[in-house]
């Protein structure tokens, strides 16, 4: 098992302004994903951000949209940059400490964009 | 692309009647992987089925993977009114891409 943190838990932002949402994890994991959830929607993964390596984007996500940070084993930064109102949704991070294993995830960050 | 459906999308039942979603993969899974989320919350891993025909029960819940590997289903016996909660599956396909299902929706009255 795993305790995740995340911050900001949630926000109110200005159209055109960039938030950094940053995921901390109790112990080291190598592997970390971003996902973003629309209200009553599914997960939509956005990014692996392995330490060591640079952030894997999936089909539809960029990374001059939301660049990643990785750090260290414990901690991870996703900024979601430029923002619109398309934007507001919860985003989670989540981590898998063997591979095709289960994940753990933060409690989400919720993000408005106005 | 690849697409892991579920239905139904929403299930109402009365507390003590049974519960049973079905997950759908457009491609083979090579493992498929269970969540609950409850309103609100973040989902949390119930289950991980690898094999094809796997079976697993977890006290009310029963698991199944299918022959193919492209479908399965979550049973709950007698639900409760702690069951409320979306249910995921997901799983990683032979690209190795990890796909969340579309989720089903439970709502159990009292």
């Known amino acids: 098992s795993a305790v995740i943190s995340q911050k900001p838990s949630r926000d109110i932002c200005q159209r055109g302004t960039s938030l950094t949402i940053q995921c901390q994890v109790d112990s080291q994991v190598t592997m970390m994903f971003w996902y973003r959830q629309q209200p009553g929607q599914s997960l939509t993964l956005i990014a692996t951000a392995n330490q060591g390596s640079e952030a894997t984007y999936e089909s539809g996500f960029v990374i001059d949209k939301f660049p990643i940070s990785r750090p260290n084993l414990t901690f991870s930064t996703l900024t979601v940059s430029n923002m619109s109102p398309e934007d507001s949704s919860i985003y989670l991070c989540s981590v898998e400490y063997s591979s095709y294993n289960e994940q753990f995830f933060g409690p989400g960050t919720r993000l408005t964009v106005l | 692309g690849q697409q892991v459906m579920q239905i139904p999308q929403y299930q109402h039942v009365q507390e003590g009647e049974d519960f049973t979603t079905y997950c759908n993969s457009s491609?083979?899974?090579?493992?498929i992987q269970w969540y609950k989320q409850r309103p609100g919350g973040h989902p949390v891993f119930l289950i991980q089925l690898v094999k094809s025909g796997e079976v697993k029960k977890q006290k009310r819940l029963t698991f199944q993977f299918g022959e193919a590997k492209k479908n399965s289903s979550l049973h709950i016996t007698a639900t409760q009114t702690t069951d409320v909660g979306t249910y995921f599956c997901a799983g990683w396909d032979n690209f190795n891409k990890f796909y969340f299902g579309s989720g089903t929706k439970l709502n159990v009255k009292p």
């Open positions: 491609t083979t899974l090579s493992n």
